[in-house]
Every structure is written in C-alpha cells, then in structure tokens.
C-alpha cells in the first residue's frame, strides 16, 4: 500500500500482496550448487555432488552425471509426489536443456566455422 494512500480505501483493499512464485523462479543454478535435495531422493545427491566437483574439468561427464540423477529421481517418486520433488525435477531438467542447448549451438558453430 502506498504511504499516500488511505488503507481503507477500495483501491487499496483490492491490491494482491505480492506471491512467492517469483523467488523459486530464480532458485534455480542454486539448487544444484547447495544441493538441495528432497528427502525422497537422497540417494542422488551423491551423483549431483561428483558433478559438481568436476563440472570445470570435465562438463560432457558432469552433464551424464545429471542426466542419470534425473533417470534416478524418476525413477525413485514416478509421480512426483514427495515434497519438492516435481520442483526439484524441474529444475534440474531445464538445467540438462540448457546445456545441452549451449552444445548444440556451439556444435553448429563449429560446424559451419570449418
């Protein structure tokens, strides 16, 4: 509500109070730097942690290291059920599409480079 204006007013009473969806929107490069995991699929953050530790070294290694989290955590809650876990899914899909949409452009470039 703005300083100016009377709380009471129906303008005022009809202003929405800002949602939460904006800030897990931008969670998403932490999630996997913090690894947080759901309690569901713990037995992956193993995984998510190797890739962690060699993404600077080895990326292709680090990428299948995710990729088989994700098989894993599918496989583990199917339905997406556990808390957190459809996000937690989510979130490491679009992680997976956006390396390997980088690649994809950096492969075509090398391509048509030569």
Known sequence: VMPTQNVDSPKAQMRRAPSRSAAVTTVSMEVFDNEVVPASLASISPILR???????????VAYLCRFYAFEKAHRLDQSSTGRGVRQFKTLLLQRLERVTTFYSFKLIYVVHAK
């Open 50 to 60: 190797v890739a962690n530790e060699i993404e600077s070294e080895r990326p292709r």
